[in-house]
């Protein structure tokens, strides 16, 4: 989806080089190049040739569905063209914004920039700007998104899975996320290799990997869009309840994600990812007596 791939886009090129964590620490000592990195080009490569077409060609197929029942086949052609662009180049931002926090030895941070991405496009898909992703998700067109209140959530949620965009999902996902994974499990596993551990199975860190992101991730996104929901219904006041439940998510993902020792200090451990490193104190002037 459109508004969705902004932050899935940048949640992919922080993965690749988080998944690369330990050469990327390797060539900052050596000073090397960003111009030089083939991780770098290999996120950019699978972003170009595989993610961005892929929502081109959703775009073109199921115009209603890809713009979350906004647009059409009538959207203008620049918007499209920059669509294409940018599920390019925000994943070589998320890329590059990681690649920088993880040669500044904030390896956590590096993985907070995984997590962020995601959050970001399921809370798209489960909220939304109005409160209604999740509608505008499993209606198939405008016409399934006007006529919502006809049929019940599970209803259009069965309708959804047999039609023409969840069967082109599911034959794009054979393809899409086999290849994802096949590339980061690659540089993770020439880093462990390159640093002298032995880290997770592949197995292991695949299932650890879906699991932060499609159980963690999601889960922390729901919360949210249910501490919305409940705060404008107990004020009856759309900003006030994006506030408070902005606030409560907030500290809900600092408490269970962000803080020291929470749930991406722990997926850095499990990974064997580099160790964060303390910053290098500042020197201090002892005063010379006259």
Not at 94 to 109: D, K, P
Not at 132 to 148: A, E, H, L, M, V
Request: proline letters at 4%.
């Amino acid at each position: 989806m459109v508004q969705v791939d902004v932050f899935w886009s940048y949640g992919l090129g922080a993965s690749f080089a988080l998944a690369a964590a330990h050469q990327l620490k390797q060539r900052a000592e050596r000073a090397a190049s960003v111009l030089g990195d083939p991780y770098l080009a290999g996120a950019t490569l699978y972003c170009a040739t595989i993610f961005a077409p892929s929502g081109i060609w959703l775009l073109w197929a199921y115009p209603n569905w890809e713009t979350m029942q906004v647009g059409s086949h009538t959207m203008p052609a620049w918007l499209v063209a920059l669509f294409a662009i940018t599920n390019t180049t925000q994943g070589i931002l998320g890329y590059l914004v990681t690649r920088r926090l993880i040669i500044t030895g904030r390896i956590r941070w590096a993985a907070l920039q995984v997590a962020a991405g995601y959050f970001g496009m399921f809370f798209i898909l489960v909220h939304g700007w109005d409160g209604t992703g999740y509608r505008r998700f499993f209606s198939t067109d405008k016409t399934d998104y006007r006529n919502w209140a006809a049929r019940s959530t599970l209803s259009h949620a069965q309708h959804w899975a047999t039609s023409g965009v969840a069967l082109t999902l599911l034959a794009m996902g054979v393809v899409l996320i086999p290849a994802m994974f096949a590339l980061m499990n690659r540089y993770h596993r020439a880093g462990l290799r390159a640093a002298h551990l032995r880290g997770p199975h592949p197995l292991t860190a695949l299932t650890l990997t879906l699991g932060t992101i499609c159980v963690g991730v999601l889960g922390l996104a729901i919360a949210s869009s249910l501490f919305i929901h409940l705060f404008t219904s107990l004020t009856g006041n759309e900003v006030l309840g994006w506030g408070l439940g902005a606030t409560s998510s907030a500290l809900l993902l600092w408490l269970v994600v962000i803080r020291p020792g929470a749930a991406a200090s722990a997926v850095v451990r499990l990974l064997k990812l580099p160790a964060d490193e303390a910053p290098t104190p500042s020197p201090t002037h002892t005063p010379v007596a006259a």
